[in-house]
């Protein structure tokens, strides 16, 4: 860029990197104010008609299909958007539940029914391989069974080290440099965080940012819009707390969605040695219904997880997937 200010934001397809650009962009006193917000249906920051100052630049890591793009220049000024472990469960509900637009390709799930969801070609595209090998369906021939999509999610969040998203977040953390500086995506998701992290950021590449009550009422609007509903980010988590504790508390589960159901499955199997979930079509009714069935779940049935790397810290020779790449 030509301009004496710059500032480039690198980051994964569904991190938020367009509204990123949008925050800077508008709250730099560097730049022109902008007019209106970018926030789309989808919950993305999208919208064509905004202006932009071409002061700030962002760069997807990859394409919708999912090859790496070779063109980011790390050794400019640039904020670096990683997925980190929190953040996964959110960023997967919005890769799964929400629609496609012009510039996002979703792997959307769409529920038809009590036991079958309908998926898009760009699910399809990523997974139907998996889904023959592993569970005999064809998607291009028929709908996904509600009891193999939330199982898929489980193996998705039990093994963290074969998770596509993460793995490519580790391939942009060893380009780093000293011209670099990263926010986390669960930073995105918290307002208080997010402006803390803005001020560092700001302070480090001389951006000026006014953080004042117009940007924070800015990113509580970001939240508001997302596809998903925002006090429900850590619905899943609250669910979980609760069965840790194992009080007499009782939570009912029957608001969830499919993703939600899948983490919840996959934290169960971690922490739980020797029990698998069910394969069904209903999930848990409430907490006291998973309590019940981890206390009383049948010895017999007690056996090494074959869904799990590890075991006690040690290699796990049932582990299913230990040969896929």
């Known amino acids: 860029m030509t301009n004496e200010f710059y500032c480039n934001i690198g980051y994964l397809g569904g991190t938020h990197g367009a509204f990123l650009k949008y925050f800077i962009d508008k709250y730099s006193k560097h730049t022109p104010d902008i007019k209106g917000n970018p926030f789309l249906k989808n919950g993305t920051s999208h919208d064509l008609s905004v202006k932009y100052s071409n002061k700030i630049e962002r760069y997807a890591f990859e394409d919708t299909l999912g090859n790496w793009i070779d063109d980011f220049n790390f050794n400019q000024n640039s904020v670096i958007i990683l997925l980190d472990n929190k953040s996964l469960l959110t960023f997967c509900r919005l890769q799964f539940l929400r629609d496609s637009d012009h510039e996002l390709a979703s792997t959307q799930v769409i529920k038809i029914n009590e036991s079958d969801f309908s998926v898009n070609q760009t699910f399809k595209y990523f997974f ?101 509903d ?13 069965i840790k504790e194992n009080n007499d508390i ?40 998973i309590k019940r069935y981890l206390k009383h779940y049948p010895n017999h049935y007690k056996a090494m997880n074959p869904n799990l790397p590890k075991f006690n810290g040690i290699d796990n020779p049932y582990y299913l997937h230990k040969n896929e790449k």
């Open 128 to 228: 139907k391989n998996d889904f023959k090998s592993i569970y005999n369906i064809n998607l291009d021939d028929e709908n996904c069974p509600k009891i193999l999509l939330r199982d898929y999610l489980k193996i998705m969040f039990l093994d963290e080290h074969k998770n596509y998203w993460l793995l490519t977040t580790k391939k942009v953390i060893k380009n780093l440099n000293e011209k670099t500086t990263t926010i986390n995506l669960s930073e995105i998701y918290n307002t208080e965080k997010f402006l803390n992290k803005m001020k560092q950021i700001s302070d480090k590449l001389n951006l000026d940012l006014d953080l004042g009550e117009k940007a924070k009422a800015t990113h509580q609007e970001f939240l508001s819009v997302l596809f998903i």
């Open 230 to 242: 925002s006090k429900t980010l850590d619905r899943a988590n609250k669910i979980i707390e609760n």
């Open 250 to 289: 009782n939570i009912d589960c029957g608001n969830l969605d499919i993703v939600e159901e899948g983490y919840i499955f996959a934290w169960i199997e971690k922490n739980y040695a020797f029990i698998q979930c069910p394969l069904r079509d209903n999930f848990f009714k409430n907490t006291s219904e």
